[in-house]
C-alpha cells in the first residue's frame, strides 16, 4: 500500500502467507453426542434450549481460527518540508499496474514509481531526482498505529549491503518470515551506505527491491528471498516483464462507458462525487479487475484474497482478514469468470481441496456424516471447524457446499474436462456429506438440514421469541439443489470416472428436498416453511435469494411468482434501511440486475459508490472490506450481459446483452465478456441499442440462443466466431 508521502513515504507490506499462529485442532469434543438433542430442540421450537446447548457443546475451542498480519513496513526518509512541496501528484495507473508519486522541492523534481511484480517475485520502486539528492531507507514491523512502539519482529540486522528482518508470527508452528531489502544505483556517483540498520542512498537514480517468503512455501526463507533479489536485474527489464504478465490478463476483458473523456485530470475523492457518471462506473468496474489480478494469482500453494484482498494494514484486522464462506470469499470471485480470469480463481479451488481433507475429520466427528464439510469461515491451514461464538453464524456446515458450486460455475465458463477430474471428488465429498447430514422432516415427507439456519440473521417465531435455528432454511435448500444438479451434470460428462455416490441416491434426494415457500405477505420465505418475521427487515444478508443469483434456480421467465416474491423482499430490505454494509449494496445490484430491474441496479450502484467507496476506491464496509468492490465489479457485468438461464424445452444456454442498463447511461463498449459455455462477447451500444457488431467467439460446441433487449433472438452454435450486424439486430 503507497501512501505517497514526500517527508517520510510509507510502503506497508503485506505476503499472504503471513498469518498468525500455525494449524490447530479446535473440534468441539462433545457435538456429536449433543447432535440428536439438538435437532430436538430446534424442531420443537425451543430456541433458548438449543442455544444454550450449542454453546456449551458446539462452539469450537479456541473459538477463533488463525488471522492474517501485515509483512511490515518500509520507510523511505527524504525530510522534505511538506509546506513547501510544489506540484504534487500521486496516481495508480491500472492500465499497466504502477503507482507513481511526484512533486517538487527546493528546486529538485522527484519520482518514484513502484509495481509489485508477479514473474519476479518482488516490490520493485525506482527512485529518481533531477538532481542529487539523499534518502534514508529503513524496515520494521510495527503496528498501523504509527504512535505505538511495539515490534513484531525477532531481528532486523544489515548483510552485504541489505535489510534483512525476520520474524515469527505468534503461536505454535506458525509461518517464519524474512523479508531483504536491497538498493542499487545506476548513477556513476551514486552511493550506498550502511548506517545501522538502514542504507543510506544518494544519487539521481536508484532502484529499491524487496522480496519475502516464508516457511508456508520454503523451508529457508532467507536463501529464496535473496535468490528472488538476485534474479532481478535492471529496473527496465522487472518493469517489461511485469507489464507483459500483467497486461496479459488485464487486457482480455475492457469496458468504456461513454462519454469516456480518459481524463487523469480529476482527483479519484473528487470524481467519486458524481456516482452517476458513466466514466467513473467503468473506472470501478477495470478497477475491480486490477485488485483481483493484484490479490490473486495461482502458483506453488497459492492462496486467496481474504477479506481485505492482500492489504490488511493490522495485527487485530477486522474478523480476523480471514476467508469468511458464509458469502464474502464467494463474493471476491464473482468477476473472476465473466472478466476472463480463471488463473486468479485458482488458489480457491487449491483452498477448496486442503479443506476438503480437514473436513473429513469435521463431518465425521461433529455430524456422523461421510465426505467433508466447512463452516463459515476458514484460514491459510484451510481450518474447517466452527469459528466464532455468534450464534446467527458459526453452526453452520454448508460453507464448504457454496464453495463447490464454484467448481461447476467455473467448467460452464471455461470447460476442460482435466480439471473437472481433479475436484470431482472435492465435489462428490461435499454431496456424501450432504447426503448423510440430511433427515426426514416430522411428516416423513422431505429430507431437510438440522441444524440450520439464515446465515447472521435472526427471527422472531409464533409465539414471539427471538431465534437463529430452523430446519431447512431456504439458502440451505437452494444450495444444495445447485450442489446436487452440478454432481449430476458432473457425473454425465465423466461416464468412465471412479465415483462412490450413487447417483440414483443424489438425484432422489434432490427430489424430496422441500420447496421454495412464499409468505402470506407476498415474500419468499427465509426459515424455510416457517413465516417468521425478520427481527431486522433491512438486514445485510439477504440468503434467502441465492438461487437468484448466485444461483440460478429462480428467474423471471422460468420462475415468475418467486421472482415476483423476490423482487418484493428486496423493496422491502431497501424499506428498512438495507444495503449499509458495502459488499451487501454490491450484493444488491447483482440481485436487480437478474431481476431486468435496471434503475434498481443504478441507484444501488451510485449509493455504493456514494456511501460506501473510500476516497482510493475501495470498499468501506465500513471499516475496509474488499468484497464490496468485487460484488460491484460483478454486477456492473451483471447488467450488460447475463448467461446463467438455459431453455428447459431445447436446452441452449441464454445470453441476454444489456438485460438491465438503465436508460440514463447512454452508450459503452464491452470486448472479451465471458459467457457460460466458452463464449467471449464484444459489442457496443447507445441509447439501450446495439450500434455495432456483436462478435461472439466460442471455445466450446455450445448451443445458444442470443436474446437482445429490444426482443431480438437468434439461435446459434459454437464452436466458432460468430457476428451479428446491427441490422440484423
Known amino acids: ?240 516483464r511485469h507489464r507483459a504478465d500483467y497486461s496479459a490478463l488485464y487486457k482480455r476483458v475492457s469496458l468504456k462507458l461513454f462519454p469516456d473523456r480518459q481524463s487523469d485530470t480529476v482527483p479519484t475523492d473528487v470524481h467519486l462525487r458524481d456516482p452517476s457518471n458513466p466514466e467513473l462506473i467503468a473506472q470501478y468496474y477495470n478497477y475491480g479487475r486490477y485488485l483481483l489480478i493484484s490479490s490473486s494469482r495461482d502458483g506453488y500453494k497459492a492462496l486467496p484474497a481474504t477479506l481485505q484482498g492482500i492489504w490488511n494494514p493490522s495485527f487485530q484486522p477486522a474478523w480476523g482478514s480471514k476467508y469468511t464462506i458464509n458469502i464474502n470469499l464467494q463474493m471476491n470471485y464473482w468477476p473472476a ?64 457446499a457454496w464453495l463447490c458450486t464454484h467448481i461447476w460455475e467455473r467448467y460452464m465458463f471455461f470447460g476442460g474436462i482435466e480439471f473437472l477430474q481433479r475436484f470431482f471428488p472435492t465435489l462428490e465429498g461435499c454431496v456424501r456429506f450432504l447426503l448423510d447430514y440430511l433427515i426426514e422432516d416430522e411428516t416423513g415427507s422431505f429430507l431437510v438440514t438440522n441444524p440450520s439456519l439464515s446465515p447472521e440473521n435472526t427471527f422472531r417465531n409464533f409465539r414471539n421469541e427471538e431465534g437463529v435455528f430452523c430446519e431447512a432454511s431456504t439458502m440451505d435448500i437452494q444450495i444444495i439443489t445447485a450442489v446436487f444438479n452440478a454432481y449430476i451434470s458432473a457425473v454425465g460428462l465423466l461416464p468412465q470416472f471412479p465415483m462412490s455416490v450413487s447417483l440414483q441416491q443424489v438425484q432422489h434426494s434432490r427430489d424430496r428436498l422441500p420447496p421454495m415457500t412464499i409468505s402470506p405477505k407476498g415474500l419468499i420465505q427465509e426459515w424455510g416453511r416457517n413465516h417468521y418475521d425478520e427481527v431486522e427487515p433491512g438486514h445485510r444478508h439477504i440468503s434467502h435469494l441465492w438461487g437468484l443469483h448466485p444461483g440460478d434456480l429462480i428467474t423471471p421467465t422460468t420462475t415468475p411468482d418467486f421472482a415476483k416474491a423476490a423482487s418484493a423482499v428486496l423493496a422491502r430490505r431497501a424499506a428498512h434501511g438495507g444495503g449499509h454494509t458495502g459488499w451487501s449494496r454490491a450484493w444488491l445490484i447483482n440481485f436487480h440486475a437478474r431481476l431486468g430491474e435496471a434503475e434498481k441496479c443504478k441507484e444501488h450502484l451510485e449509493l455504493l459508490l456514494r456511501n460506501s467507496t473510500l476516497p482510493n476506491m475501495l470498499d468501506n464496509h465500513p471499516p475496509f472490506q474488499i468484497d464490496g468492490n468485487f460484488g460491484g465489479a460483478a454486477g456492473i457485468l451483471e447488467m450488460i450481459v447475463q448467461s446463467h438461464e438455459v431453455d428447459r424445452k431445447d436446452g441452449r444456454r441464454i445470453i441476454r446483452l444489456l438485460p438491465a442498463w438503465p436508460k440514463e447511461w447512454k452508450g459503452g463498449e464491452v470486448k472479451g465478456v465471458r459467457a457460460r459455455g466458452g463464449a467471449s462477447i464484444s459489442f457496443r451500444w447507445e441509447d439501450g441499442r446495439i450500434t455495432g457488431d456483436v462478435r461472439i467467439a466460442c471455445d466450446l460446441d455450445t448451443k445458444y440462443r442470443l436474446v437482445v433487449s429490444a426482443g431480438y433472438e437468434v439461435d446459434f452454435q459454437g464452436k466458432s466466431e460468430h457476428l451479428f450486424t446491427p441490422k440484423q439486430i
Open 1 to 240: 500500500m503507497v501512501y505517497g508521502r514526500t517527508s517520510t513515504e510509507l510502503f506497508q507490506l503485506n505476503e499472504d502467507s503471513v498469518w498468525y499462529g500455525g494449524p490447530q485442532d479446535r473440534l468441539p469434543k462433545n457435538a456429536l453426542q449433543n447432535l440428536p438433542e439438538l435437532r430436538n430442540l430446534i424442531r420443537a421450537g425451543r430456541q433458548k434450549n438449543a442455544e444454550a446447548l450449542v454453546r456449551s457443546a458446539f462452539f469450537a475451542y479456541p473459538s477463533s481460527q488463525r488471522h492474517y498480519e501485515p509483512l511490515g513496513s518500509l520507510y523511505l526518509v527524504f525530510d522534505h518540508d511538506e509546506s513547501k512541496i510544489k506540484d504534487y501528484r500521486r496516481e495508480l495507473n491500472i492500465k499497466d499496474a504502477i503507482s507513481r508519486v511526484e512533486y517538487s522541492y527546493d528546486g529538485c523534481h522527484y519520482r518514484r514509481e513502484i509495481l509489485a511484480s508477479y514473474p519476479d517475485q518482488v516490490i520493485a520502486i525506482k527512485v529518481t531526482s533531477s538532481r542529487r539528492s539523499t534518502f534514508t531507507a529503513r524496515l520494521n514491523r510495527v503496528s498501523e498505529h504509527e504512535y505505538e512502539t511495539n515490534e513484531f519482529l525477532d531481528s532486523i540486522s544489515t548483510r552485504d549491503g541489505k535489510i534483512v528482518m525476520h520474524a515469527t508470527p505468534g503461536g505454535r508452528n506458525s509461518n517464519r518470515l524474512c523479508c531483504i531489502v536491497s538498493a542499487s544505483t545506476d548513477d556513476l556517483e551514486g552511493v550506498i551506505q550502511v548506517v545501522g540498520n538502514t542504507l543510506v542512498i544518494t544519487g539521481t537514480s536508484a532502484l529499491i527491491l524487496l522480496a519475502a517468503q516464508t516457511t508456508f512455501r520454503v523451508e529457508d526463507p532467507e536463501s529464496a528471498a535473496l535468490q528472488d533479489i538476485q534474479r532481478c536485474g535492471p529496473w527496465e527489464e522487472i518493469l517489461q
Open 337 to 400: 469468470n465473466t472478466s476472463n480470469l480463471p488463473e486468479c480463481e485458482t488458489p480457491v479451488f487449491e483452498l477448496i481441496e486442503r479443506m476438503a481433507k480437514k473436513g473429513e475429520k469435521t463431518a465425521r466427528d461433529m455430524y456422523r456424516c461421510r465426505g467433508w464439510c466447512a463452516h463459515h469461515n476458514t484460514d491459510i491451514y484451510a481450518d474447517t471447524d466452527p469459528q466464532d461464538k455468534w450464534m446467527s453464524a458459526t453452526l453452520w456446515p454448508l460453507g464448504g
